[in-house]
């Protein structure tokens, strides 16, 4: 994999995400990159990251205008070359107002958003699949505030809201009616809910980078631990080859004619003998560091697409990899596993934070002194 290129200035405008330090951590391996990064929370720990040329706070709470005129000022100011919004929130918003922008042409690839809506919406996005022959679970749309009545479903079923929710939020399985009856009136949410099959199988998941639905990169991770159960995120993965995962996955990116990255979460259906779609991340996601470690680095090869110089198509090296989570769940498991060095230092995000520490010990003093100060208040 080629390391370098000229010189580019990398804007990040949605810096206050959680996903920065995964950004940053990919970035960090490659030369050649100025990454200047907004935030409209002051107290953001990455902002002491060695990785960052300029880290520049701003005071707009929302994403409107007045933030798309913050980065037309630092854009302008700072000549920067690629502008790269890393969460479905700023994402949305920028393709909302493109127009606005005084130089769009530097955005990254980024979809339609009538696209970026449809895979958004695990509503639409079933309505989607349907449409387009693509697998997924048999699913029922419920209207916000109202309850499934007569489901024609089996059980059992796996219950979410369709939008406004991630990281396994408001996802559960429901084994009998008194389930469902729980499930909706025990909680509320914001959005309409969406009822699907459980599928007896494992989770997939396929991370991709595309250009008006051609496929650039890819890596594909079936998960071996999760951090709360089986629906949760992945704590500990190992990143394989499917071609018959991958046929689907460019059928679907083709259907939305899709730009940039995503991370679609996939179920192989032991009965059926086929994979499904479940649903889709229409930004970057956690553990994208992971892939980077893997050999594509997605919001590097994102930048390069976007000023078309990408002059190679990464290969992924089939590792297994643990993110701290699941590092810290092995070493309690098996404390042994500590005198294995070399793979935590290689498969584990350790090595970022050792290269990387300000930021980490940052979060943890403040942390700290947060605790101690709500225990004095009692």
């Not at 890393?86 to 339609?112: R, V």
């Not at 939020?169 to 009822?195: N, Q």
């Amino acid at each position: 994999m080629k390391k370098e290129t000229k010189r580019i200035s990398v804007l990040i405008p949605d810096g206050e995400s959680h996903l920065l330090i995964y950004i940053i951590n990919c970035f960090s391996l490659v030369k050649g990159v100025e990454l200047y990064v907004m935030s409209n929370t002051k107290n953001n720990p990455m902002r002491f990251s060695r990785h960052i040329k300029t880290f520049l706070s701003h005071k707009n709470p929302e994403y409107n205008l007045q933030w798309i005129q913050t980065i037309n000022t630092y854009t302008e100011t700072h000549k920067i070359d690629v502008i790269l919004p890393i969460f479905e929130t700023g994402i949305q918003k920028i393709i909302e107002l493109k127009n606005s922008l005084k130089s769009p042409e530097k955005l990254c690839p980024l979809p339609s958003l009538n696209s970026f809506n449809t895979a958004q919406n695990k509503g639409l996005l079933y309505l989607h699949l349907k449409n387009n022959n693509i697998a997924s679970p048999e699913s029922i749309i419920i209207p916000k505030g109202s309850y499934p009545d007569n489901l024609n479903l089996n059980f059992p079923l796996v219950a979410k809201p369709v939008k406004d929710y991630g990281g396994g939020m408001g996802v559960a399985i429901l084994r009998h009616h008194k389930d469902i009856k729980h499930y909706y009136t025990k909680r509320s949410f914001s959005s309409d809910t969406i009822i699907q099959n459980y599928i007896n199988g494992y989770d997939i998941c396929a991370n991709v980078l595309c250009k008006e639905g051609d496929l650039i990169a890819y890596s594909i991770q079936r998960g071996n631990s999760f951090t709360n159960g089986e629906l949760s995120p992945q704590s500990g993965f190992t990143f394989v080859n499917n071609k018959e995962l991958l046929h689907v996955i460019k059928r679907l990116l083709k259907s939305l004619n899709w730009s940039g990255v995503a991370n679609i979460d996939c179920r192989y259906d032991k009965n059926d003998k086929q994979f499904k779609v479940i649903e889709i991340n229409t930004r970057f996601w956690a553990n994208t560091d992971a892939s980077a470690v893997a050999g594509v680095n997605y919001p590097y090869l994102n930048c390069l697409l976007g000023i078309n110089q990408i002059q190679y198509i990464p290969v992924t090296q089939l590792i297994t990899y643990l993110n701290l989570k699941g590092l810290v769940h092995k070493l309690k498991t098996k404390p042994l596993f500590i005198t294995n060095f070399k793979y935590i230092l290689n498969n584990t995000p350790l090595k970022f934070a050792i290269l990387d520490p300000l930021p980490m010990i940052y979060k943890y003093v403040s942390r700290t002194k947060n605790i101690i100060l709500s225990k004095l208040k009692r």
